[in-house]
T-cell receptor, first 114, second 115 residues
Framework: NAGVTQTPKFRVLKTGQSMTLLCAQD?????MYWYRQDPGMGLRLIHY???????AKGEVPDGYNVSRLKKQNFLLGLESAAPSQTSVYFC?????????????FGPGTRLTVT | AQSVTQLGSHVSVSEGALVLLRCNYS??????LFWYVQYPNQGLQLLLK??????LVKGINGFEAEFKKSETSFHLTKPSAHMSDAAEYFC?????????????FGIGTKLQVIP
């Protein structure tokens, strides 16, 4: 099992450019999440999905869109990148969305917006 | 509402010394608590979790944590630090088991192990 994989690992964008981050999981998890990690702020949830075709906003959704067309994939889009979106982005998945079910994380995508 | 406070964003210990990373939580309902570890340039991975079955929880790599309801704490310990323990550690809390429940992460504690 590859677990959770993310593409790309690194990316540099200019302000205003767009890009899509791809997350894939092979554990047949129903639930998937996108987080951003910034120094001193821990992980903050951007968007999440409770199943194929369904997505919901997390605590910092502005400037991002997501799609879950296939159960194993969860895409995060930046339509017009801003320097404030410079961060490390993590995708995660879980068997259940709550309780004692831990989340499985991908290796991260380091994004710099200049 | 729930929250997590990790005391000390950076902790340094000597190799072989006790590791103690502090986590206090706030939750209006019985919590589920987790410790995750993040090695440099990697994603988070689960160290251990508290699920109300036992207050002392043992995890991977010799780590353990004790749930103390009276102190609202879930501190992480390891008797003897190893160089390979150098990483960032995150405490997380969620509450409830019906439907989607938000997971709140602490800001993390970077552990440095000095040879």
């Amino acid at each position: 099992n590859a677990g959770v994989t993310q593409t790309p690992k690194f990316r540099v964008l200019k302000t205003g450019q767009s890009m899509t981050l791809l997350c894939a999981q092979d554990m047949n998890h129903e639930y998937m999440y996108w987080y951003r990690q910034d120094p001193g702020m821990g992980l903050r949830l951007i968007h999440y999905s409770v199943g194929e075709g369904t997505t919901a906003k997390g605590e910092v959704p502005d400037g991002y869109n997501v799609s879950r067309l296939k159960k194993q994939n969860f895409l995060l889009g930046l339509e017009s990148a801003a320097p404030s979106q410079t961060s490390v982005y993590f995708c995660a998945s879980s068997f259940r969305p709550s309780g004692n079910y831990e989340q499985y994380f991908g290796p991260g995508t380091r994004l710099t917006v200049t | 509402a729930q929250s997590v406070t990790q005391l000390g964003s950076h902790v340094s210990v000597s190799e072989g010394a006790l590791v103690l990373l502090r986590c206090n939580y706030s939750s209006s309902v019985p919590p589920y608590l987790f410790w995750y570890v993040q090695y440099p340039n990697q994603g988070l991975q689960l160290l251990l979790k508290y699920t109300s079955a036992a207050t002392l929880v043992k995890g991977i790599n010799g780590f353990e944590a004790e749930f103390k309801k009276s102190e609202t704490s879930f501190h992480l310990t390891k008797p003897s630090a190893h160089m390979s323990d150098a990483a960032e550690y995150f405490c997380a809390v969620t509450a409830g088991s019906g439907g989607y429940q938000k997971v709140t992460f602490g800001i993390g504690t970077k552990l440095q192990v000095i040879p």
